[in-house]
Structures are given as C-alpha cells and as structure tokens.
Nanobody
Framework: VQLQASGGGLVQAGGSLRLSCVTS????????MGWFRQAPGKEREFVAA????????DYADFVKGRFTISRDNAKNTVYLQMNSLKPEDTAVYYC?????????????????WGQGTQVTVSS
C-alpha cells in the first residue's frame, strides 16, 4: 500500500487548508484511515481518524470543531479539511492506513504511512 499526502503549505493564522491522501496498491477502502502530525522536537500525535465507510470519525481535542476528516473510496482518497488554523498547528502531517476497518487512534494500530506534507501557520 502506498500513500501520497499533499496539500500542505504556508497559511496565515485563521486560514484554511485541505490535505489529501491518495492511496494505491492494496485496496484500502476496507481500512480505517487516519491523520497524524509531528512538530519539530515533538512526538507524532493523533489528529483525526475515519472508519472504512466514513460512518465514524474521531478527533483529537485540539482540532475538534476546526478540522474535518472525510474519504472518497471511489477515488481512493482521504481528506483533512483544516479551518481556523493556528500557529500551533504547524507540523508535518502524515496520513496512515489502519490494520482494520474501524476508527483507531493509536500509532501502533496503523500499518502503512505516507511521506508527510508540511503545514506552516504564520501568526
């Protein structure tokens, strides 16, 4: 399974970005998907996750109400819409495919990772 994340960039505080994660290889439409992020000097942390069919989602508290995860299985793509961005959202964002169909939040529960896309929010 290959995952290609894109959509990062430089944005001012309060702005928006939409990240995309295109998957290829083994069919990932049956797997839960997630987004994580890692800021310089910090550990990778959970951001959002979605079940295989999109019916269930979960978010880290610090993004609730601002970020929305979605997926289009016909396009093998998972999205992360990020609104009201803050400087503390600055990080490399990674998409990942889970080992099963459900929503999961633990890093160890993800078996495949993309290369990451940089998001920088200026104040």
């Amino acid at each position: 399974v290959q995952l290609q994340a894109s959509g990062g960039g430089l944005v001012q505080a309060g702005g928006s970005l939409r990240l995309s994660c295109v998957t290829s290889g083994r069919t990932v439409s049956i797997y839960g998907m997630g987004w994580f992020r890692q800021a310089p000097g910090k550990e990778r942390e959970f951001v959002a996750a979605i079940s295989w069919n999109g019916d269930n989602t979960d978010y880290a508290d610090f993004v609730k109400g601002r970020f929305t995860i979605s997926r289009d299985n016909a396009k093998n793509t998972v999205y992360l819409q990020m609104n009201s961005l803050k400087p503390e959202d600055t990080a490399v964002y990674y998409c990942a495919a889970g080992r099963g169909p459900a929503v999961v939040v633990g890093i160890a529960e993800y078996g495949y990772w993309g290369q990451g896309t940089q998001v920088t929010v200026s104040s």
